[in-house]
């Protein structure tokens, strides 16, 4: 089994530990991987933003670096559905891509994980990994229960899960939505953070390091101490950084 | 005051009144989660959302038959049918009846097809009184606006506005706003209107091939009141309204109610058939774009709703924003993928009133793929729409450093040392939509590929 490991544009700039925990998860359950060095992006800022056209060199790239691979993993649910639906949907024999979760959970099915954390947390359903790649159901949809990534964290020693009162509502990033609909995009992120902090949350954690990256700027600017960790970090045994 | 362009403006002004947002916000989050326990009730759901959508494809792929089939049955049934291609002969239509028949006063039903062609408005212009007598429509139709929502239109008001609109209005005493003692008021109020009236217009919300008749559904018995004491009656309806056959409405109005307010039924699902003797009923079959929009193979699906307002309840971002905001008849998801159908320059910004999460189309009772064609539209609109120079210019550089991985690597390594030697003031300024509420990421000591080649690629 051939695996390729494709990390987002901003993680690999912005959050080396969430990329370097995906990659030794991988390693951990005794796969192969490699990183192709000459990867950017999936081209879906430009995509949502609607010049999907001028993200078709960034696919190009992407189909040339993954080609030989019999699977594509990353750790994140945007990145992934976006790969899926527009860069590797019309190759047919071509790589098939998963996010880290679905891939650990599906492929690898993992079963223990030697991790432990002992903090409260919240885990933020991305909806891009929720409702384009059924991580888990959906609250809309009538279907039996499933939660891929929260099948994984109930695998770490002494964590502490929370519930949220709206357990799957959207954080308000969007990708350029988070800045062409600046107040609502505000408003939203601050309405989950609230949702964990009458939790108790200490720690922040999903799919998506987008997402995270919106709620820890609120965070941050606020001066909140809750942090916010990539959900690899925490199923590889990471702890908080101060 | 000067009317904001864009949602994004409209939603930022909705915003600073941080007590009103969040109410909007929570009250219509209340409405999904009854949907929400509502359907749940259901072990069918899902299929039943399939066999809608699949009886919905049907129609769509035989508009044209099953349009002919309606007409003939409708007519034998002795309804006078009448097709009109836009707004303006739908208008046309309604005041050539009202003068044929001289009527002096009508009330009117819920009816959004009516509101899409600002029926009233050019009623009222030739010297008509229009009633609506869907209480919130009364509401909004007092205060001098336009529905927020298509299912609950004065959701935007709270209680204590009411009690003010209908002390001015109806003399009620200043300063109450018992719901029971205004709607008691209210009902009062419109038994008059409903006994004057001469004419009475209702929508359709299912006009049943098979058998000429056509369903109204309502949770005050308003359509019925106004259509049972009134010796004409005028429907209106959109032509993808149409279901094949009467043992197909079951689907939908079980589906229906439970989207819109979680009740597991609409109060009066209300039958017309034929005209009572001696009076006269009329069906006004409107086009009004929905013939061009069925030609759009990415978009023809949208003509599928059945108007339950689910993907406005639960849209983070209609909640949040309030239905005016959208600028247009049908506001929200639905509103933002058949909007820009009718007029592209003018609902430009709408597709992009969303973070695409798809809650729209899981809540969708005929599963109206929203989110994608949320996406397809500002594929259209970048190309069609009003230029944007500066984001065009942005996304092609974007694109073009995203295409060659030594330029990536080296933009990203400028990026992360100018983050981290800019004096603040120079990073957060007024052109950093980011950074107005938001910290940027903190700038890490190496990049994830530097690490890699030092401990993976040696």
């Known amino acids: 089994m051939k695996v390729g490991l494709f990390i987002p544009c901003y993680v690999e700039q912005f959050y080396p530990n969430a990329a370097i925990a995906s990659l030794q998860l991988l390693e951990k359950a005794g796969v192969t991987v490699e990183y192709p060095l000459e990867q950017t992006c999936c081209g879906q800022p430009m995509a949502n933003s609607g010049y999907q056209q001028y993200g078709e060199g960034a696919a190009q790239l992407f189909r040339k670096n993954f080609e030989a691979y019999d699977y594509v993993v990353c750790p994140s649910g945007s990145c992934t559905l976006h790969a899926k639906e527009h860069i590797l949907s019309d190759q047919e024999g071509g790589p098939k891509i998963y996010e880290l979760c679905e891939f650990l959970t599906d492929v690898l099915q993992v079963k223990t994980l030697d991790a432990s954390f002992p903090f409260r947390v919240g885990l933020h359903a991305s909806c891009h990994g929720l409702r384009g790649l059924h991580l888990a159901k959906p609250s809309e949809l009538m279907i039996p229960e499933f939660n891929k990534p929260l099948g994984l964290l109930e695998m770490v020693k002494d964590i502490d899960l929370v519930q949220l009162t709206r357990k799957d509502e959207c954080c308000g990033f969007g990708g350029t939505f988070a800045v062409f609909e600046e107040a609502v995009s505000v408003d939203m992120g601050r309405d989950r953070i609230k949702d964990h902090e009458q939790q108790g949350v200490q720690v922040i954690t999903g799919a998506d390091m987008s997402c995270l990256m919106h709620l820890e700027g609120l965070l941050r600017r606020e001066k909140k101490t809750i942090k916010v960790m990539h959900i690899a970090e925490i199923l590889n045994g990471h702890t908080p950084e101060n | 005051m000067k009317l904001p362009q864009t949602h994004a403006d409209a939603a930022a ?129 007092f205060n001098k606006q336009v529905p927020s929502h298509i299912v609950m239109p004065a959701i935007h008001l709270k209680k204590k506005e009411i009690g003010d609109i209908f002390h001015k209005h109806l003399g009620t005493e200043a300063g109450s706003d018992d719901p029971q003692y205004l709607t008691e008021a209210a009902r009062q109020h419109l038994r008059q209107k409903f006994i004057q009236a001469h004419a009475a217009i209702t929508g359709v919300n299912f006009g049943i091939a098979e058998t000429g008749g056509f369903v109204v559904c309502t949770n005050e018995g308003n359509a019925d009141m106004g259509t049972h004491l009134a010796d004409i009656h005028i429907a209106c309806m959109g032509i993808e309204k149409l279901i094949p056959r009467a043992a197909d409405l079951g689907v939908f109005l079980r589906l229906l109610a439970r989207s819109a307010t979680g009740q597991s039924i609409t109060n009066y699902n209300s039958h017309f058939h034929r005209p009572r003797k001696d009076k006269k009923m009329y069906l006004i079959l409107v086009d009004n774009g929905r013939t061009k929009q069925l030609g759009r193979e990415d978009f023809r699906n949208s003509l599928k709703c059945i108007r339950c307002g689910a993907c406005m309840n639960t849209c983070p971002i209609y909640r949040r924003s309030s239905g005016f905001s959208y600028n247009s008849t049908v506001p929200g998801p639905i509103g933002s993928i058949l909007s820009p159908g009718m007029d592209l320059k003018k609902h430009s910004t709408l597709p992009f009133a969303s973070t695409l999460c798809g809650s729209c189309s899981d809540v969708c009772p005929v599963k109206i793929n929203i989110h994608e064609q949320l996406y397809k ?24 450093v995203m295409s060659k991985p030594k330029l990536f690597d080296l933009m990203g390594k400028m990026a992360r040392k100018s983050l981290s030697i800019s004096p603040r003031g120079f990073v957060y300024n007024s052109f950093n939509a980011w950074g107005k509420h938001r910290e940027l990421p903190e700038v890490p000591k190496e990049s994830f590929k530097d690490w890699y080649k030092k401990n993976r690629n040696k």
């Open chain 2, 13 to 141: 002004e909705f915003l600073k009144d941080t007590d009103r947002s969040h109410w909007h916000d929570d009250t219509l989050w209340h409405v999904r989660s009854k949907r929400d326990a509502s359907a749940q009730k259901i072990p069918e759901w899902e299929q039943l959302r399939t066999l809608a959508s699949q009886i919905k494809d049907h129609v769509l792929s035989n508009l044209d038959t099953l349009l002919l089939q309606f007409e003939k049955n409708a007519q034998a049934n002795g309804i006078e049918v009448l097709w009109a291609k836009d707004a303006q002969e739908h208008n046309e239509h309604v005041l050539r009846i009202l003068e044929e028949n001289q009527v002096k006063q009508l009330v009117k039903s819920k009816s959004i097809l009516t509101e899409e062609c600002g029926l009233n408005h050019f009623l009222e212009d030739k010297g008509y009184d229009v009633v609506d007598t869907d209480l919130g429509e009364r509401i909004i139709q």
């Open chain 2, 377 to 400: 539209w500002r594929q259209v609109i970048t190309k069609e729409g009003p230029s944007q120079p500066s984001k065009k210019w942005a996304m092609r550089f974007g694109g073009n």
